[in-house]
């Protein structure tokens, strides 16, 4: 069995309520997701707290969401021609914190690219970031991707190395994809799952100073 990767002297670039995530120690263009264990998370709702004590895989639900639905468009839709708007993902690895997940990183220069959230928090989106953000949408309805959690935060604008050098610049769904209601309409078909985005879509908007137009399903700055 290989060593594991030692993240001991890294400190985390960003850390949730379940996951830490650190810098590829070996490779630059990767970051890697580390599942807490239970009792180092924080905030949770009781009602969280006592799913994950008291009904099987429901604290690795999430990750197990994301990767189906990961391993749903890539089958769907292979290589050269997908153009994936959300993250890839490149498999699990033993880390010294636990085990960890690993995914494409989305940089700008050496450090990670800014999210939407950051970028609306001081003034209306550029207009090549606003562009960016309407292309990766279109690629979300086109690829029919299922999104559970499409907030501010999850969207990350920068490049990404995908072999060969750093790519165009790009919005990228780095986080929160997968159908993770406890009622999973959105897995029930292609149409079900549009209504579903148009009402993430909405609501991402609204709470970003960004206008949704639901006929053409782009956003536009509320100017």
């Known amino acids: 069995m290989p060593l594991p990767l030692d993240l001991d002297g890294q400190t985390p670039i960003a ?6 995530i650190y810098r590829h120690p ?6 890697i997701k580390v599942l807490l264990d239970m009792p180092e998370t924080a905030g949770r709702s009781c009602l969280a707290v006592w799913a994950e004590r008291n009904i099987p895989h429901f604290a690795d639900m999430w990750v197990r969401q ?6 749903r468009m890539i089958l769907r839709n292979r290589p050269p021609d997908l153009h994936a708007p959300i993250t890839h993902m490149y498999g699990f690895v033993a880390t010294s914190r636990g085990l960890g997940c ?3 990183a989305v940089l700008d220069g050496d450090g990670l690219g800014e999210t939407l959230y950051s970028k609306v928090q001081i003034g209306p989106l550029p207009q090549d970031d606003l562009a960016l953000l309407n292309d990766t949408v279109a690629r979300i309805y086109r690829y029919d991707i299922r999104a559970g959690d499409m ?5 990350v604008f920068g490049q990404r190395d995908l072999g060969g050098g750093p790519g165009p610049r790009e919005c990228v769904l780095v986080d ?6 406890a009622i999973p309409y959105r897995s029930w078909g292609r149409r079900l799952n ?12 609204r709470r970003k100073g960004l206008v949704w137009q639901p006929h ?6 509320n100017t």
Do not use: C, M, P, W
Request: hydrophobic share 25%.
């Open 15 to 20: 850390a949730g309520s379940q996951r830490e």
């Open 26 to 31: 070996t490779d630059g263009g990767k970051l």
């Open 66 to 71: 994301e990767y189906r639905e990961y391993l």
């Open 102 to 104: 690993v995914t494409d």
């Open 151 to 155: 907030t501010a935060r999850n969207f």
């Open 176 to 181: 929160g994809f997968g159908d993770i209601h």
């Open 194 to 205: 549009g209504i579903g985005l148009d009402d993430s879509f909405k609501r991402l908007g």
């Open 216 to 221: 053409t399903r782009q956003f536009r700055n």
